[in-house]
């Protein structure tokens, strides 16, 4: 602690929270930079890269997967479907449930787009040994895990 500083030190750069963040914040700009010429916001980004993997899922279980609010998500839903990216669909199981499916507009941007996300990471990691990106992965995971990552499924 600095002797003319009162009180507890904890300088920015010793936080993993906000070296975080504003990592993630950089990688975000760089994604947005490539996808808004497309007519694709960030918030439709992080719907898109879920459906692409596994489309037909509920509003619900988007939410959990990116860990969004229920009311977030259908703004954003609704703005996909505007952008006709995404189409709704009653659950034919249970009537209170909707489905949510990528159109062919939508399916189409997979191609188009994950490139620019798989350069952008290749870019963030350049320099960066194997080794070191194996270890980077298991400490967010274990840090997700510390935190109690997914203990609260309407976060």
């Known amino acids: 602690m600095d002797e003319k500083t009162p009180g507890i030190s904890f300088p920015l750069e010793d936080s993993a929270g906000y070296l975080l963040r504003m990592t993630h914040r950089s990688f975000a700009r760089a994604v947005q930079a490539e996808i808004t010429p497309r007519g694709v916001t960030i918030g439709m980004w992080y719907f898109l890269r879920i459906l692409w993997e596994e489309d037909g899922l509920t509003q619900r279980e988007l939410s959990q997967r990116i860990e969004m609010m229920e009311p977030t998500t259908a703004t954003a839903l609704r703005n996909m479907e505007e952008r006709n990216l995404v189409r709704r669909v009653r659950n034919t199981t249970d ?61």
């Open 95 to 155: 009537k209170r449930k909707v489905n949510i499916y990528l159109t062919d507009e939508g399916r189409a941007l997979r191609d188009v787009l994950l490139p620019y996300a798989r350069q952008i990471n290749e870019t963030a990691l350049a320099g960066v040994s194997a080794e070191d990106v194996a270890c980077f992965r298991r400490v967010l995971s274990q840090m997700r895990v510390n935190l109690g990552a997914g203990d609260d499924e309407e976060a």
